[in-house]
């Protein structure tokens, strides 16, 4: 399989407040935008003992398959063993963590509920995601900080490249909680999820499926305008706008960087996203080549002193 086999988005599938279409990823949400209810999409059964991000996170995926023609009403049309999944996310357990480990400094190991071992893994989300819909293909969850989003999408398609699966399910999920945001030390927390489809493009071709957008190269370095410089060196020329990283307390964007391209800050829509911010930054550039921008755009995050990732998304039909 070739290192430079292209890589296409095929599906997208929003869980986020206020979201009914992929186009209110451009838009934004309605002010008054309700919480997700994971029960309306999904039903009842099954939910229980979930927490409060893997429920959000089967949403979106289940809304990523059926975009993606991976899946409709009446279950897959495609073979689970060759479908992955990739989750992007830092906060999903970690109220399960708190509360395990609170009981457990109170009354030992014996005050702990059976119920929570499952939620306390780090792959919980990715585990079950792929459990409810038979998707036996490579599993993996990221969670390195604001970089993992755009990190997961890289791995992802690196797998898809290598020939491990032919499609790749990748979620970003952050929920909104007080452990959460006593940990993040945000007053607002996104809370919901997005999946994204990955797959080669003529494995998109070959059944059908529609190209949304393309990954045109991604980089990791130390900071957002070397970042920047090497995403410029993949596809030359202007890009049509970009998605900045989520920044810390005052901390500016480095004065000069990309100067009159419109940026667009995902977190002044939806809160602080953490985990979840490259693949929303990822739904968000496809809904536009939807609405007919030409792109390319940009999509960076992370941190100075963690390191910045960035990807390069292209139109479908971008030759570059």
């Given at each position: 399989?070739?290192?430079?086999?292209?890589?296409?988005?095929?599906?997208?599938?929003?869980?986020?407040?206020?979201?009914?279409?992929?186009?209110?990823?451009?838009?934004?949400p309605a002010p008054s935008a309700e919480p997700v209810d994971p029960a309306v999409l999904l039903g009842k059964k099954g939910l229980k003992y979930k927490d409060r991000a893997t429920r959000?996170?089967?949403?979106?995926?289940?809304?990523?398959?059926?975009?993606?023609?991976?899946?409709?009403?009446?279950?897959?049309?495609?073979?689970?063993?060759?479908?992955?999944?990739?989750?992007?996310?830092?906060?999903?357990?970690?109220?399960?963590?708190?509360?395990?480990?609170?009981?457990?400094?109170?009354?030992?190991?014996?005050?702990?509920?059976?119920?929570?071992?499952?939620?306390?893994?780090?792959?919980?989300?990715?585990?079950?995601?792929?459990?409810r819909f038979g998707l036996r293909g490579p599993n993996l969850t990221v969670c390195n900080g604001d970089a993992s989003g755009l990190d997961a999408l890289h791995w992802a398609a690196s797998?898809?490249?290598?020939?491990?699966?032919?499609?790749?399910?990748?979620?970003?999920?952050?929920?909104?909680?007080?452990?959460?945001?006593?940990?993040?030390?945000?007053?607002?927390?996104?809370?919901?999820?997005?999946?994204?489809?990955?797959?080669?493009?003529?494995?998109?071709?070959?059944?059908?499926?529609?190209?949304?957008?393309?990954?045109?190269?991604?980089?990791?370095?130390?900071?957002?305008?070397?970042?920047?410089?090497?995403?410029?060196?993949?596809?030359?020329?202007?890009?049509?706008?970009?998605?900045?990283?989520?920044?810390?307390?005052?901390?500016?964007?480095?004065?000069?960087?990309?100067?009159?391209?419109?940026?667009?800050?995902?977190?002044?829509?939806?809160?602080?996203?953490?985990?979840?911010?490259?693949?929303?930054?990822?739904?968000?550039?496809?809904?536009?080549?939807?609405?007919?921008?030409?792109?390319?755009?940009?999509?960076?995050?992370?941190?100075?002193?963690?390191?910045?990732?960035?990807?390069?998304?292209?139109?479908?039909?971008?030759?570059?």
């Amino acid at each position: 399989m070739s290192e430079f086999a292209q890589i296409v988005v095929s599906g997208v599938g929003p869980a986020l407040p206020g979201v009914a279409d992929t186009g209110d990823l451009v838009t934004g949400p309605a002010p008054s935008a309700e919480p997700v209810d994971p029960a309306v999409l999904l039903g009842k059964k099954g939910l229980k003992y979930k927490d409060r991000a893997t429920r959000l996170g089967l949403s979106a995926a289940l809304s990523g398959l059926r975009d993606a023609g991976l899946r409709d009403e009446d279950g897959p049309r495609a073979v689970g063993d060759r479908i992955g999944v990739v989750v992007a996310c830092n906060y999903g357990n970690v109220e399960t963590i708190c509360r395990v480990v609170t009981t457990i400094a109170a009354e030992t190991t014996r005050g702990t509920s059976p119920m929570d071992s499952p939620n306390a893994s780090s792959n919980i989300i990715a585990s079950e995601i792929a459990i409810r819909f038979g998707l036996r293909g490579p599993n993996l969850t990221v969670c390195n900080g604001d970089a993992s989003g755009l990190d997961a999408l890289h791995w992802a398609a690196s797998m898809l490249r290598s020939g491990r699966a032919e499609q790749i399910l990748v979620v970003g999920v952050e929920p909104d909680h007080e452990t959460v945001r006593k940990l993040v030390g945000a007053d607002r927390i996104v809370d919901g999820a997005v999946a994204v489809v990955l797959e080669r493009a003529e494995t998109a071709r070959a059944r059908g499926a529609r190209a949304a957008a393309r990954l045109g190269g991604y980089a990791r370095v130390g900071g957002v305008e070397e970042c920047v410089r090497r995403l410029g060196r993949l596809g030359p020329g202007t890009p049509g706008g970009w998605y900045v990283p989520e920044i810390a307390g005052d901390t500016e964007l480095p004065a000069g960087v990309l100067p009159g391209v419109p940026r667009h800050a995902m977190p002044d829509v939806w809160g602080s996203l953490s985990g979840a911010l490259g693949v929303v930054q990822c739904a968000a550039a496809t809904a536009r080549f939807d609405a007919g921008e030409a792109g390319p755009f940009y999509a960076l995050a992370g941190r100075e002193d963690d390191g910045v990732a960035g990807l390069l998304l292209l139109a479908p039909g971008d030759p570059r």
